[in-house]
């Protein structure tokens, strides 16, 4: 979000850098949510009681002018840099950005901010910032610069005391112009000034319940440069992939992946609620299911009753998503090219209208499941734990132990022991039963799921081929699964239509059984080809 002086911000919330989070604890100045807050909702907001109740005396309110600066071809915007003039009343300040991250975790790096000397910017402090580039820096000059956009805003403060913990709540409400055109947003900004960090997510999980507020994707100056540029430079990693560091320990490396995947279950939710098409669900159910696989894989060294509950939660939501999913694979990967193979359209046709029709609905439920408030709850769950580092139980005695060893080491034993029970469990089938096969898959699952979690360690070509096999084997292990799951939907399918529904199920049994056949006879090859593999660990 957009920030007030130094001496200004003893007042209000801190002045903020997105950034990437550090291994300890966070301290006061690190840690501020952004939540978007519906237009609609801002009376709401306002005479909320949590708020109102809460604070220790009447808000206090000012007005910003921020005027951006950078060269033509956007250079500093592009590398993740962002400087500004600051009026307010009769003080200006020079403001210094890095916005490279997104701001819905909590965990940020001060802003540098210092009084502007002259009518000129001081392009030398930029080489100051976290992840900028000097050589960048030294190429730029005063008079390349040119005023991109340009942000007005009316901010309000509340000091307010939840539990033990002292807060600052500003309500943004402001506009951002630019020759490409303006936006209005609505934002409000949490920071700690004192007692436990915790209670900063104890609050906003408070406010949720009454006030429909979100964590924001994009705070006003990034949202700024999408606009002047029309394109988003500064993407979430949706693929929820962490670039680790050799020297990480096992807490900073479990935080890091934590932190991506549950950066990615937001990506993924906020694209479900616009669109509940296909790929919406699936990618959404692919970035709960990493994240719950994380909650899973490192479960030795992660409390238990905050594992299990979160755990069983994404499950909850998964679920909610998963009837949809299940019609798109029947639509897609079975209906579809059944249709095109056999020419039966006439005696299919009830089949599809009819399944078309439960996806619709069940696409429905899923996005409601993605916008109800039990999804923020979750939200500030993640992100107290994994963007702020506050973990939510002390760990044990053993725990503790090993969360303080080498990540590289935790991550080989790792690798090693799911390899060894993929192997174990894949070499003693013989003819194997369906729910051997599912418990395969399950295995290979996790195994890839470890692998991706950590490959960013190892070597990259090896740790690739390594996964591109297991993926084979998982490919054909999913089309044995959704054989058996599109044969489970068929009852539901045909029920209205007895007759025709007889002949459509009859189809689409025997072409589920030629998958099946055709799947079984390929996995020997596979799985010999997997097992052959190098494991990229050694």
């Known amino acids: 979000m957009s920030s007030e002086s ?18 300890a604890p966070p301290t006061m100045a690190e840690l501020q949510l952004l939540l978007d807050l519906p237009g609609d909702a801002l009376a709401a907001f306002k005479q909320a009681e949590l708020l109102t109740g809460s604070a220790q005396r009447r808000p206090t309110t000012r007005k910003l002018r921020q005027v951006f600066w950078d060269a033509a071809d956007h250079r500093l915007g592009r590398a993740g840099l962002a400087i500004a003039m600051q009026t307010a009343g009769q003080r200006r300040t020079q403001l210094l950005r890095n916005i490279k991250e997104a701001p819905t975790g909590g965990r940020i790096l001060r802003q540098q901010d210092s009084p502007l000397v002259g009518d000129a910017l001081d392009l030398t402090r930029l080489a100051l910032l976290p992840g900028s580039d000097p050589g960048l820096v030294t190429r730029l000059a005063a008079e390349m610069l040119v005023p991109v956009f340009a942000i007005d805003l009316t901010r309000t403060i509340w ?55 979100r964590l924001a994707t994009h705070d006003p100056v990034q949202q ?83 594992r299990q509950a979160l755990a069983r939660d994404l499950g909850a939501l998964a679920g909610k998503l998963g009837h949809a999913r299940e019609l798109d694979v029947f639509l897609a990967e079975t209906l579809e090219p059944l249709t095109r193979a056999s020419g039966e359209e006439s005696c299919l046709r009830g089949l599809r209208l009819t399944a078309s029709v439960l996806r619709a609905n069940a696409a429905e439920t899923a996005r409601q499941a993605v916008t109800a408030p039990d999804f923020m709850a979750i939200s500030c769950r993640l992100a107290a734990w994994f963007d702020a580092g506050i973990w939510p139980e002390q760990a044990g005695t053993e725990a503790a132990t090993l969360l303080e060893q080498p990540f590289a080491t935790y991550a080989r034993a790792l690798l090693r022991k799911h390899h060894r029970k993929l192997l174990a469990e894949g070499g003693a089938l013989q003819d194997p039963k369906p729910a051997e096969l599912h418990a395969l898959r399950i295995q290979a699952k996790r195994l890839r799921y470890t692998a991706e979690f950590v490959r960013s360690l190892f070597a990259t070509r090896p740790a690739k081929r390594y996964v591109a096999a297991l993926k084979s084997i998982q ?27 007889a002949r459509a199920a009859g189809l689409v049994s025997g072409w589920t059984a030629a998958e099946v056949t055709s799947a079984r006879q390929r996995f020997a090859e596979t799985w010999e080809h997997f097992t052959d593999t190098k494991r990229f660990w050694k």
Not at 14 to 20: D, E, N
Not at 173 to 184: F, T
Not at 190 to 205: E, I, M, S
Not at 484 to 493: F, M, N, S, T
């Open 475 to 501: 490919d054909i292990l999913g089309t044995l699964n959704d054989a058996v799951v599109a044969r489970a939907l068929l009852p539901q399918l045909t029920k209205g239509d007895p007759i025709g529904g």
């Open 224 to 306: 700024g440069y999408r606009l002047v540029a029309g394109a988003d430079w500064w993407p979430v990693n949706r693929a929820g992939i962490a670039a680790l560091e050799p020297g990480m320990t096992v807490r900073q490396g479990i935080l890091a992946i934590g932190r991506a995947a549950s950066a990615a279950v937001r990506a993924e939710i906020h694209a479900l609620e616009a669109s509940a098409d296909p790929e919406r669900i699936h990618e959404a159910r692919v970035a709960i299911r990493r994240l719950r696989s994380a909650l899973s894989v490192f479960r030795d060294v992660l409390p238990v009753f905050s």
């Open 159 to 213: 000091p307010v005391v939840w539990n033990e913990t002292s807060l600052n709540v500003a309500l943004d409400l402001g506009v951002i112009d630019s020759a490409a055109g303006r936006v209005e947003f609505c934002q409000v900004a949490l920071a700690p000034t004192a007692g436990p960090p915790q209670g900063l997510y104890d609050f906003v999980q408070r406010l949720q319940r009454v006030v429909p507020v």
């Open 6 to 23: 130094a001496a200004e911000q003893r007042d209000g919330p801190p002045a903020v850098l997105a950034g990437p989070a550090a291994a």
